[in-house]
């Protein structure tokens, strides 16, 4: 096998980088996507991200289980995005501006009660290799899979079934595009915009325990590099679709990818460009979605950014 | 109960459908008295209409009905006994149903999961083998059919329309209510909706009662009527033994009218508007104007007719400057056009846009102010283009307010605080106080009473006379037949259609609308 050829090397790289960094994205972007269908918009899942991988070490330093640390992240998430639910449905108030306010209060408090938990260490999520049959350490290397992995991809396939095949999926879509037509049938359009966020805010914190648990692993200040911003405008990207909130996340995973690719193959110039990657392709994004009149039409139609 | 395991429809005598008796209804909203005393009666397998003038508390009414309000007296009779009605939702378990004047189906979902989220018993997760098989069984019982697979937001007005009807008629409702259901649709398919619905009620599968102001509909389809007025029921009966002039007598009452505006006998003048080849996008950029090809003259009222939607509002925002033009050339009296402030008083343009409170004025802005959109820049009300006299402005509003009758507590109210009709007739103040070569109009009618409807048509009728040249765009195909001289159908964007008003007709005007 020709392992050592650069390109092969690049490539196994960039895939290895996808596979290992996309999860965080993967978790926040399912979370607002599930807040945006409903028609509102949490811009506040960067802080609930840096609050669930707080939440996450903590758990795991003290119950000595990692699980329990990504339910507790969850838990983090979900009362931030209950609170946010919550502020939301008073009258004249603003989703974006709250949602501004709780990424600030949902960092502030993570390095708050955070301080402690800078210099001991948690027990960590394990990984497994999809790529241990090949025998190639480097293929095993670069397949490292990490679970939350795994349950992300299938939260969204669950979420891209119910939104068409049940009667709650129905609900949130319906709410999100014509609250009138919700509240002629009879749903409460707060309740469900409040469990929406609710629930998308439990995945973004869940997104967080993978910052703290898995990759990088350890909990700091500078965790988040605003993935949980980035994965706002993934979900724009993705068009409001689960399955390719799925994929976007594995594209921004993989572009995180190129600068340390190349540099480990001896490309160094440019390395900080590459590094910069996922923040032109967000930029990019947003600028091609703004002319996009496909865009257009898939977005929610309740969405304040689109009023 | 489960629609789909419902009988098919009785064959001939038995009748599904409701009767309905409302008994001294009324409603107070503080110190207005928005229902009197109501008592109309709707019999099984009825197409009633409920006529009236904006504001006669038609809406009120069916909204009592539905649960939206609760009535302060008077109760509610569904087949003889008191019918307690909280909220919509206890309308829809009684098997009352309404179509409302904006749609209810949310766009993004397709027609089947529309119909289907829409039913009470809604599984938690949908078969959709089976579902689908249910949707085909009740479409065959239907008289018509919609595509049920492509997501609400790309059908057609008309289909919209009818998934309406048909989701009512889905959750067995017995006793329609329809809130001035054909204001989307062309003229045929208003006809075809109707002429269904009154083959459902003549076979007694439901009954109807259908809010409108359009007396063609009612003559043409409905048995009975109840003609509402400032809230009370002034009259009503069987259609047959009722005529037009009966009907419209009840609806206005004793308010004087002024006359139908007179056409002064002219030959059109040199082209005054000419629009070449227009190409403008929606909001979210698809094509609204498509080759818009137009010439308006001199001393005649042009009206495009069109369903809304076909890229009438975007035509009267390029003109007004309010969008920009993609491609063509606007030339007026021999000019190009550039829709600015310099131009507009330069080559007199004058406009009336739709929803002037919005397109028109600064809704916090007092009348006074309003009314000097036009001139305050000029002398007197201005001294070298910037600084102004409140003085000239605040004569002038008065002179103006007094001229064109605008009922305000003062010139310094805020005009938000004006009545649609008095709104429009200070706008209308502004836009015809000085000389007008060209007038652009846009639903100028809509949503106001008889009296103003007339004094407003008699405006325009008046600068038509003087020789400027007006282009009238309207939804409203009568107010068309009677203002103008030629008469342009508009569908996706271009005119498809030109004719003279006397050598066309209704049936061929309604054609070229729904795009043939």
Redesign the interface.
């Known amino acids: 096998m020709s392992g050592d050829s650069p390109f092969i090397i690049v490539l196994l790289a960039i895939v290895g980088g996808a596979l290992r960094v996309s999860t965080p994205f993967m978790f926040v972007a399912l979370g607002e996507c599930l807040t945006e269908k409903s028609g509102r918009v949490n811009l506040g899942l960067e802080g609930t991200l840096v609050l669930g991988a707080m939440c996450a070490y903590a758990i795991s330093f003290h119950s000595g289980s990692p699980w329990l640390g990504v339910l507790a992240a969850g838990c983090a998430g979900s009362l931030l995005g209950a609170i946010h639910g919550y502020v939301c449905k008073l009258p004249r108030v603003n989703d974006i501006a709250i949602g501004i306010a709780m990424m600030l209060f949902g960092t502030g408090l993570a390095f708050f009660f955070g301080k402690a938990y800078i210099q001991p260490s948690a027990p960590r999520l394990e990984s497994f290799s999809l790529g241990a049959w090949t025998g190639n350490q480097q293929i095993e290397t670069a397949l490292q899979i990490n679970p939350l992995l795994l349950v992300g991809v299938v939260v969204a396939i669950a979420m891209s079934w119910a939104f068409a ?4 999926g ?2 949130v ?2 709410t999100g ?2 609250a ?3 509240r ?3 749903v409460s359009v707060d309740m469900v915009r409040f469990l929406s966020t609710t629930a998308g805010g439990f995945l973004a914190g869940v997104g967080g325990a993978f910052l703290s648990l898995f990759y990088p692993g350890s909990w700091n200040q500078g965790l988040s590099s605003g993935q949980g911003l980035m994965a706002v405008a993934l979900v724009i990207f993705a068009r409001w679709d689960p399955i390719r909130c799925a994929f976007a996340a594995l594209l921004f995973g993989a572009t995180g990818a190129i600068g340390p690719a190349l540099q480990s193959v001896g490309i160094t110039q440019g390395y900080y460009f590459f590094n910069a990657a996922p923040y032109i392709l967000t930029l990019l994004v947003m600028i091609a979605s703004a ?1 996009s ?1 496909q865009a ?3 977005v ?2 309740e969405l304040s950014i689109t009023k | 109960m489960n629609v789909l395991t419902m009988p098919s429809p009785p064959a001939g005598d038995a009748v599904r459908a409701y009767s309905l008796k409302t008994i001294g209804v009324s409603k107070i909203f503080g110190p207005l008295t928005a229902l009197d005393d109501v008592s109309i009666s709707v019999e099984a397998g009825e197409f009633h209409a409920l006529l009236g003038e904006n504001g006669a508390g038609k809406s009120t009414l069916v909204k009592c009905i539905m649960g939206f309000y609760s009535a302060d007296r008077g109760k509610v009779l569904l087949n003889g006994a008191e019918a307690k009605i909280a ?3 206890d309308a829809r378990a009684n098997g009352i149903g309404m179509v ?1 004047q ?1 749609f ?6 397709t027609g089947a ?1 529309n119909l ?3 039913r009470a018993d ?5 078969d ?1 083998k089976k579902e689908k098989a249910g949707l085909e069984a009740f479409l065959n019982r239907m008289p018509f059919r919609v595509p049920l697979d492509v997501p609400v ?1 790309a059908l057609a007005a008309g289909e919209k329309q009818k998934l309406e009807i048909l989701k009512l008629l889905y959750l067995d409702q017995r006793l329609l209510i329809l809130d001035e259901p054909t204001s989307v649709l062309t003229p045929g398919e208003a006809d075809e909706m109707l002429g269904l619905l009154r083959g459902m009620t003549q076979r007694k599968e439901v009954s109807v009662i259908m809010i409108t102001h359009k007396f063609r509909e009612v003559t043409a389809f409905a048995d009975s009527v109840s003609v509402l007025r400032r809230g009370r029921k002034v009259g009503g009966g069987k259609v047959s033994e009722l005529s037009v002039e009966d009907m419209a007598r009840m609806m206005i009452g004793d308010t004087p009218i002024r006359d139908r505006a007179i056409r002064a006998d002219r030959a059109p003048g040199d082209v005054v508007l000419d629009l070449s080849a227009l190409y403008a996008d929606d909001d ?3 094509p609204a104007l498509d080759q818009f090809n137009l010439k308006v003259h001199a001393g005649e009222i042009v009206g495009i007719a069109g369903v809304s939607g076909n890229g009438q509002s975007e035509l009267v925002e390029v003109l007004s400057g309010q969008r920009p033009l993609k491609d063509g050339r606007i030339v007026v009296k021999d000019e190009i056009f550039e829709p600015n402030r310099k131009s507009y008083a330069k080559l007199k343009i004058f406009g009336l846009p739709e929803e002037p409170l919005k397109n028109a004025t600064v809704p916090r802005m007092t009348v006074a102010e309003n009314m000097a959109f036009r001139t305050f820049d000029q002398p007197p009300s201005a001294w070298l283009g910037w600084w102004l006299s409140v003085g000239p402005m605040r004569t002038k509003a008065r002179a103006l307010i007094k001229q064109y009758r605008v009922k305000t507590s003062s010139p310094e109210s805020a005009i938000a605080d004006l009545s649609g009709g008095n709104v429009q007739r200070a706008v209308l103040a502004r836009e015809l106080s000085g000389e007008v070569d060209l007038l652009i109009v846009a639903n100028p009618c809509f949503g106001l009473d008889f009296a103003s409807v007339a004094e407003i048509r008699a405006q325009i009728m008046e600068q038509r006379n003087r020789g400027a040249a007006v282009l009238l765009v309207s939804e409203d195909l009568d107010e068309i037949l009677d203002l103008a001289d030629r008469v342009a159908v508009m569908s996706a964007g271009t005119i498809n259609y030109v004719s003279p008003v006397g050598s066309t007709n209704r049936a061929e005007i309604g054609k070229h609308m729904a795009g043939h």
Request: glycine share 8%; aromatic share 8%.
């Open positions: 095949n049940t009667k709650w129905l609900i879509r319906m595009d014509s009138p037509a919700a002629a049938m009879g002319g009149k257009a039409r898939n929610p139609g | 909220n919509p939702r409302y904006h209810t189906l949310v766009p993004s979902l999961e289907v989220i829409s809604a599984p938690s997760i949908f959709w937001s979210e950029g698809l």
